[in-house]
T-cell receptor
């Protein structure tokens, strides 16, 4: 049972445009969501997070939006840069349970 | 953010031998450490969760006797792949959470590429 879903295995975006990565979840107990970026043969790097009490969190070029009623979150990257090409993972956790539940990842390709 | 160091970054070993991977939290006390495995083009798969001073909790389908996890101190956890076989070849990643650090965020090591020949 996939509790966190990233339905797009890959996404190609022109440099300078907006990249939108989507994530859906099924467990209503999730109250904290995180996005990680991963380059090949490296560990994931934390990007941005959002608590369920918010619907938006912004950090520089990265903004995460949370729609609790739809159980959906998205990561917006604007403007997209070549260095943003990587695999992006959505993860969620519930309460004091520190275990992260991961999505399958979306490979983002930024075209010059 | 906090730093988690994983060593070695890559290792090649012969089939039947054992390999130990270390995961260290350099500037915080890691009360909980997680070990993941990633197959090509797949998501991170949680193998086990370890709390300092107690036995690791393994996910379903992960062989405890094959993947030995030790979390003996607040700064070090080790994963030993025993009697390695070619199908154990994979990318192994550790992550750590600590006291007063990062909230729910987990900090990741650089990962270890294991190749069993």
């Amino acid at each position: 049972d996939q509790q966190v879903k990233q339905n797009s295995p890959s996404l190609s975006v022109q440099e300078g445009r907006i990249s939108i990565l989507n994530c859906d979840y099924t467990n209503s107990m999730f109250d904290y969501f995180l996005w990680y970026k991963k380059y090949p043969a490296e560990g994931p790097t934390f990007l941005i997070s959002i608590s369920s009490i918010k619907d938006k969190n912004e950090d520089g070029r990265f903004t995460v939006f949370l729609n609790k009623s739809a159980k959906h979150l998205s990561l917006h990257i604007v403007p997209s840069q070549p260095g943003d090409s990587a695999v992006y993972f959505c993860a969620a956790s519930a309460g004091s349970n520190y275990q992260l539940i991961w999505g399958a990842g979306t490979k983002l390709i930024i075209k010059p | 953010g906090a730093v988690v160091s994983q060593h070695p970054s890559w290792v090649i070993c012969k089939s039947g031998t054992s390999v130990k991977i270390e995961c260290r939290s350099l500037d915080f006390q890691a009360t909980t450490m997680f070990w993941y495995r990633q197959f090509p083009k797949q998501s991170l798969m949680l193998m086990a969760t370890s709390n300092e001073g107690s036995k690791a909790t393994y996910e379903q389908g992960v062989e405890k006797d094959k993947f030995l996890i030790n979390h003996a101190s607040l700064t070090l956890s080790t994963l030993t792949v025993t009697s390695a076989h070619p199908e154990d070849s994979s990318f192994y990643i550790c992550s750590a959470r600590g006291r007063g650090v990062g909230g729910t965020e987990a900090f990741f090591g650089q990962g270890t590429r294991l190749t069993v020949v």
